[in-house]
C-alpha cells in the first residue's frame, strides 16, 4: 500500500502521486531521452527496471502510477493517442467474436470499430446503451466479449448506468469496458462501478492544454489474460507514448481536480442560461434536472457534470454556423477538455449521414471568468435571426 492510497485526489494529482527525483531530489521529475540503457561489465543492467525505451521508461512509469491511483486501478497503461488506446482493447476479441457497443458515440471511434469488425469477422451490436433495460437484455442475449459504453457520451451527453451495465457483463462472462473521457478520474471512477477496464482520450482534460496527444487504459484485475495480452501486445507492437507526453501529462494533471472543479461550475451556470434562452431548442447536460439521466449522472458523477455539453438552436445549419462565427472569444475548434472553451459544428466534422442535427453545437467549457463566457455566447446567440 502506498502513501498515496488513502489521500484525496486532490492530494495524489498535486503531488504527482509522490514522484521525486532522486538523483537530483528535485520535485520535477527530468524527461528522460535515452531509448536504450546501459549494462556493467558483469552485465547486469544498471538499473533492472530499464532495458530498452519501448517499454521501460520512469517517466512513463511515473505518468501511469499517477492516473491509476486517481482511478483506483490495479494497473494503468499510456498509449500514443485514445484512439490507439481503443484499438489496443479491441484487438483482444478474437476473430469471429461478438463486440456489443454504444451507438452515437465519439464519431472517430465508431468509425474505426464498424471498420475493424468486418476485418475481423467480428459480429458487432451497435446499441443505444443509457437505456439499462435493453442494455440487459442485448448483453444476455448474445453474451459479447466485450461491451464499450462511453458516458457521458459525445456528442449527445447521454449516461450509461455504468453499476448495472457491470452486472449484465458480470452474469454473462462480458467485460466492460468503459470510455471515460467526458468525465476523467475526477468526476467518475468506473473501476469502483465494477467496470473491468476504463478508457480515456488523455488528449482532453486529463491534460488539460490542448498539447498533447495520449490514451490510457486501467484495470481492476491485471492478472486477467486478456490485460497481459494487451501488455505484451503494446510492449511488442510498439504504441508506446514518448517521453515528453508523458512528463507533460504528469505537469497537467496536477491541477486536474483543480480545473475540472472550474470547468464544472462554469459548465452548469452555461447549461442553465442556455436552457433558458429563446433561441436555443434543446440543451444536452447531465447536470440539468431536465436530462433523462440525471438521476444517474448524479449517482455516478461526483463533484460535477463535467465540461462537456451539445445544444440545439432553433432555425437550420446557418443559424448554427452564424453562432458560431459571431464568437469571439470561445474557440471555433475540435476536440475538447482544454482550459480553453471550444465550440464545434459536429455536422460539419461527421457529414450528414450520421444522423448528427445541423443545428447542434457542441461545446467543450475552459476556465475563463463566467461572466466573459456567457457574455460571448450572449452576443453570439444575439446576432442569430431565429426563434422559436
Ligand atoms: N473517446 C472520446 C470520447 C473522444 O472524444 C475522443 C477524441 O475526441 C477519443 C476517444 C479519441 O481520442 P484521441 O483523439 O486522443 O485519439
Not at 504527482?16 to 552485465?43: F, K, L, M, N, W
Not at 477496464?197 to 486501467?218: C, Q
Not at 504528469?250 to 447549461?271: D, E, F, V, W, Y
Request: hydrophobic residues 40%.
Amino acid at each position: 500500500m502506498s502513501k498515496f492510497d488513502d489521500l484525496d485526489q486532490a492530494t495524489i494529482a498535486a503531488h504527482a502521486a509522490g514522484i521525486i527525483d532522486v538523483a537530483s531530489g528535485g520535485i520535477v521529475p527530468p524527461i528522460q531521452t535515452s531509448t536504450t540503457y546501459v549494462r556493467d561489465r558483469e552485465y547486469r543492467l544498471l538499473n533492472p527496471d530499464n532495458v530498452y525505451a519501448r517499454d521501460n521508461s520512469d517517466v512513463v512509469r511515473a505518468a501511469e502510477a499517477v492516473i491509476n491511483n486517481l482511478e483506483n486501478a490495479e494497473d494503468t497503461l499510456l498509449f500514443p493517442s485514445g484512439m490507439a488506446a481503443i484499438a489496443a482493447v479491441m484487438r483482444t476479441i478474437g476473430n469471429g467474436g461478438t463486440l456489443l457497443f454504444q451507438s452515437g458515440i465519439y464519431w472517430g471511434t465508431t468509425k474505426w470499430i464498424r471498420e475493424f469488425c468486418v476485418r475481423r469477422e467480428i459480429r458487432s451490436i451497435e446499441m443505444d446503451c443509457s437505456n439499462a433495460h435493453a442494455l440487459d437484455e442485448a448483453i444476455a442475449r448474445h453474451k459479447p466479449e466485450i461491451v464499450l459504453v462511453e458516458t457521458p457520451s459525445n456528442p449527445w451527453l447521454k449516461i450509461v448506468d455504468i453499476a448495472a451495465a457491470s452486472k449484465a457483463c458480470t452474469r454473462v462472462g462480458s467485460r466492460l469496458v468503459v470510455d471515460s473521457t467526458a468525465a476523467t478520474p475526477i468526476l467518475s471512477q468506473p473501476l469502483n462501478l465494477g467496470a473491468d477496464v476504463v478508457m480515456h482520450s488523455a488528449t482532453k482534460a486529463i491534460n488539460g492544454h490542448s498539447d498533447v496527444l495520449a490514451g490510457t487504459l486501467s484495470v481492476s484485475d491485471k492478472s486477467a489474460t486478456f490485460w497481459q495480452n494487451i501488455v505484451t501486445d503494446r510492449h511488442d507492437a510498439g504504441a508506446i507514448i514518448g517521453n515528453f507526453e508523458a512528463w507533460l501529462l504528469i505537469r497537467g494533471m496536477r491541477t486536474l481536480p483543480l480545473r475540472l472543479q472550474r470547468m464544472c461550475g462554469n459548465s452548469l451556470k452555461i447549461a442553465k442560461y442556455l436552457d433558458a434562452h429563446e433561441k436555443v431548442e434543446t440543451v444536452f447536460y447531465p447536470g440539468l434536472a431536465t436530462h433523462k439521466a440525471h438521476q444517474v449522472a448524479t449517482k455516478q458523477m461526483t463533484g460535477g457534470f463535467g465540461h462537456l455539453m451539445s445544444f440545439t438552436v432553433f432555425g437550420n445549419k446557418k443559424n448554427a454556423l452564424d453562432f458560431c462565427g459571431a464568437l469571439n472569444l470561445i474557440h471555433r475548434a475540435t476536440s475538447l477538455g482544454g482550459i480553453e472553451s471550444v465550440v464545434e459544428h459536429r455536422q460539419t466534422i461527421e457529414g450528414d449521414e450520421t444522423g448528427i442535427p445541423e443545428t447542434l453545437l457542441r461545446l467543450s467549457i475552459g476556465i475563463e471568468h463566467i461572466d466573459d463566457l456567457i457574455s460571448d455566447i450572449a452576443q453570439a446567440l444575439d446576432t442569430i435571426s431565429c426563434s422559436s
